[in-house]
């Protein structure tokens, strides 16, 4: 029993330690969604079956394929894997960006690769692997009802309130405005960068509109952008500035122009999208997108 406990709990390689680790730290989450109690109780419940699980799947192994497995990986390895249940299923996916076009990179990325990277370190942690996925379904699954019974007592969650809770537990940040989107801070921060990007979107579109009426439906690119020229001027109030007061038009990159025209724009309003937006690659292709 006290190899078993050990085995299980105790960490003996390093990159095992460091990738868990890691894991840990990012889904932290769920303490916060959960509440104390029933984190803890889901990693009890989740050591426990996998524990069962890992002699299960050796007998099976060494019955079915004739693989005998004298000893397995040690660490904090089960309840690991478990929280990839609840992490896929419940937290949601939100695109960061993508590469060569087709692959999307997610707020979930990152965690996936180090779960790839913890499961490829050793010969038989896929044992632990499989038996923590399992045992994190069980726990999950509302017919089983593992949850009732594999759960801490109210009153050790109690002495832990009042014993550790004062030492590890830190204030809320009082200088971030609370909004009713997202499920973390991380995920609410990026959120509202994006709506703030989307109303800037808009008050551009809205001003390229009235200068459309204005102008019988020409776009005079040089009038679009001039927040972005003038942001480091806070005094900037005329939207329409004098010749006398027009910077002189910015040296455009032909790499970037090369770029926007592989998109499919036309030479034109890529020179002058880049020219508008002082090279800012992200802002013309922003823009040409929308229009």
């Not at 979107?201 to 679009?224: E, K, P, T």
């Not at 038009?249 to 032909?254: G, L």
């Amino acid at each position: 029993i006290w190899r078993l406990v050990c085995g299980r709990t105790i960490c003996l390689d390093l990159k095992d330690t460091f990738c868990s680790s890691l894991l840990i730290y990012n889904f932290r989450i769920f303490e916060r969604r959960y509440g104390s109690r029933k984190f803890s109780s889901f990693l009890l419940g989740a050591w426990m079956l996998s524990a069962l699980f890992d002699l299960l799947l050796v007998e099976i192994a060494q019955y079915i394929f004739g693989i005998t497995i004298n000893s397995l990986p040690s660490g904090f390895l089960g309840p690991v894997f478990a929280l990839f249940v609840p992490f896929y299923s419940s937290i949601p996916r939100v695109q960061v960006t993508q590469v060569l076009g087709h692959f999307s990179i997610t707020n979930k990325t990152l965690v996936y690769i180090l779960g790839l990277q913890l499961l490829t370190s050793g010969s038989y942690i896929w044992i632990l692997a499989l038996s923590g996925l399992v045992s994190g379904i069980c726990y999950n699954s509302s017919i089983l009802k593992v949850h009732r019974i594999l759960c801490v007592p109210s009153w050790v969650a109690k002495i832990f309130s009042w014993t550790l809770e004062p030492i590890f537990s830190s204030a809320e940040p009082t200088n971030e405005v609370r909004v009713g989107m997202g499920a973390t801070v991380d995920i609410q921060r990026q959120q509202r960068m994006e709506l703030l990007d989307r109303q800037i979107m808009m008050s551009q579109v809205a001003q390229m509109r009235r200068q459309r009426q204005q102008q019988g439906g020409m776009i005079n690119w040089n009038r679009l952008f001039p927040p972005l020229r003038h942001r480091h001027n806070a005094n900037y109030q005329d939207h329409r500035p004098s010749e006398q007061d027009t910077p002189p038009p910015t040296e455009v990159s032909e790499e970037q122009v090369a770029r926007l025209m592989e998109m499919g724009f036309s030479r034109g309003d890529a020179l002058e999208a880049l020219r508008a937006s002082n090279n800012d690659l992200n802002v013309a292709t922003n823009f040409l997108l929308q229009h």
